[in-house]
């Protein structure tokens, strides 16, 4: 047997204010989106907002139905959407922020799987890391690129045809 260690290098950052500007404005997009999510249900709204490389910067959060798969994440919300407005435009960043019923939560943002494996697909696409930033109430963490959150993951090389 052989074990293999992953090491992989986050930022942590206190305040907002010790982030990049640009960062700092995604995540105050990303957190006003999220006070605008559709979750009657669980009560956890997240935002997302999403920076192109021709510097547009598009919005999304979470919208929840009593049909739970028939929701969809804030980050694909916003990834899709500007994919359909921008075509063939890279992501350069996107920042994630929640706001959840229970106050003493401190917890940052965490992209579900199916978030990851699109954000994935969009960095391949463009042929460059994504900035993903994590936003929280006691801390934000800041990561460069998504083999950082999705160690192992599905490629599109993946698929080979039979």
Same mark, same amino acid.
């Given at each position: 047997?052989?074990?293999?260690?992953?090491?992989?290098? %986050?930022?942590?950052?206190?305040?907002?204010? *010790?982030?990049?500007?640009?960062?700092?404005?995604?995540?105050?997009?990303?957190? *006003?989106? @999220?006070?605008? !999510?559709?979750?009657?249900?669980?009560?956890?709204? %997240?935002?997302?907002?999403?920076?192109?490389?021709?510097?547009?910067?598009?919005?999304?959060?979470?919208?929840?139905? !009593? !049909?739970?798969?028939?929701?969809?994440?804030? *980050?694909?919300?916003?990834?899709?959407?500007?994919?359909?407005?921008?075509?063939?435009? @890279? %992501?350069?960043?996107?920042?994630?922020?929640?706001?959840?019923?229970?106050?003493?939560?401190? *917890?940052?943002?965490?992209?579900?799987?199916?978030?990851?494996?699109?954000? !994935?697909?969009?960095?391949?696409?463009?042929?460059?890391?994504?900035?993903?930033?994590?936003?929280?109430?006691?801390?934000?963490?800041? %990561?460069?690129?998504?083999?950082?959150?999705?160690?192992?993951?599905?490629?599109?090389?993946?698929?080979?045809?039979?």
């Amino acid at each position: 047997m052989k074990e293999i260690y992953l090491n992989y290098r %986050v930022k942590s950052y206190e305040t907002l204010a *010790e982030l990049p500007e640009l960062s700092q404005k995604l995540i105050l997009l990303a957190r *006003e989106a @999220a006070m605008r !999510a559709y979750s009657p249900y669980s009560g956890y709204r %997240v935002g997302a907002a999403v920076l192109l490389a021709n510097g547009e910067v598009i919005s999304g959060n979470n919208q929840e139905n !009593a !049909a739970y798969p028939s929701g969809l994440c804030a *980050e694909r919300t916003a990834l899709f959407y500007a994919s359909s407005r921008y075509p063939n435009i @890279a %992501v350069q960043s996107i920042a994630v922020s929640t706001i959840s019923n229970d106050p003493s939560s401190t *917890e940052i943002a965490k992209p579900c799987g199916s978030c990851r494996q699109v954000m !994935a697909e969009y960095e391949d696409l463009s042929g460059s890391p994504i900035e993903i930033i994590l936003d929280g109430s006691s801390a934000i963490t800041v %990561v460069n690129g998504i083999d950082t959150l999705l160690p192992f993951r599905f490629k599109k090389e993946d698929l080979r045809k039979q």
